[in-house]
């Protein structure tokens, strides 16, 4: 395989070797926002929706961008061509660079940005194409405008990822401190009822998914009726097809929740298919 | 200013160069813990308390810690001296290393750990002996595991930090979803009312904080009661004397909330000069 390469601070370097101080805030505290699109035959899908909720995460959090949106897009173009990755996943990294000591962002001049290319499938990614569930006991705080961006601040994340695997399970399930459903460790949750396609609003703790986003439109587009409202576990129960969406997955159906075997439902499969269509 | 050194993953190196893969999960996601010790005559102060702080972390988050306890302590030392920073601030980061993309820790083998000195006054900080607070419109969530560690997920605190300097406080007074008072950016809060000390409790979502520990047993050892105890902000108003507690500055004495004075109260002080003492 030949070396691939990233992009940092608008300088192509070695994969290998491509690194940030100890000191950055992103390293330190999480203090900084991501991106991962697909890229499908050579294109970032949903570049500009992608592109849109970096650049509002860093006014949120006062991060400069310091690349401008088109030369942004020429570098991750380049990165697909030179690493030959046409169906592949890009990463951005944005921190807010290093600084002194503590919370304080200032003195903090220089933003870290980092462009990578990776395979689409995590090479251990051995999960079926309809992931089993499980609850997880982290509980994330709705009215959190944090959850509005992809932040750097993921352990809640990382730990649901990891009780799933301990359970046997392909992803978990994450409710809030009001015990309503919130989201999947790495995507947005719909289910359907009488034809009806409902996920949780983005205040009850939700990441604000470009995919979400693009699904609803999707289902309009289909003139499918959606609806986003607060649902606890047990109503979940209720529904006649529970499925996710993620920017590099697109739709994945659920096969079971905490052990409860979850009804398939010909909308779902419907509904990917017309999502997969626009990828703009 | 001679060149300074940290120690990385076991050696020792500049402190200009010293740096993390951008593939680290702590620069991606936060993915780790970190301490901060005060450093008095050469001594780090708390050290055994901090380093069960962080096996107890690293213990939850599932991140081995690649230097033994003993060999630990020794790099500190010997960084303290290296670096003649007798009375100064340690750090040490504990990340999960690099692994393939995504939030599951499988396959991630080479944990990160870096040790550093510090001035102990960040060079910028020319508050006042007693803080000026504002509430911040973070709000934590209650009951979270996460919040007894110093985990890497900091943005909360620092979107605080940064609402306190904006306003012109000295830091952040933070609430949890239930509206209780938890703590502030970067301190446990104390306050006292008819003689008694009182603290919110850990699962208000406060940081297990080292010295909020101390400070409880230096109460104890002055017969001064103490109980932990939910409070919301109107109760606040009706104490006699308000407090932080912080490893690196020990107690320091709040002036205002939210522009409403806080009486001095001389038990502070007194609560200060005891737990100075004793530095174990």
Redesign the interface.
Known sequence: MPQSS?Y?NGQLVSTAT???????????????L?E?LRVTDGRPCRWLRHLSRLERGADF??IPIPTGASELLAHVQELIVINAMPDA?V?L?L?RGSG????????TNAP?L?I?T?PRL????TRPPRWALVTS?V????????TRFK????????????EA?ESGADDALLLN?RGQIVDS??ANIFWSKDGVIHTPPIASGALDGITRTALLETAARLNIETSECDVMPGQLRESDGVFLTLSTLGVVEVSSIDGETVPSNPIIPRLRAALEQHQG
């Open positions: 990233v940092l491509a690194s940030v101080s100890v000191f950055d805030r992103g390293f330190l505290y999480g203090d900084g991501f991962t959090l006062r996943v990463r990294v921190s002194p000591r503590g919370y304080s962002p200032r003195d870290s980092v990578s990776h995590i090479h251990d990614d006991r509980r994330v705080a709705p009215d959190d405008p944090l932040t750097c601040n993921r352990l809640p994340y990382v730990m649901a990822r990891m695997e401190t460790s790495c």
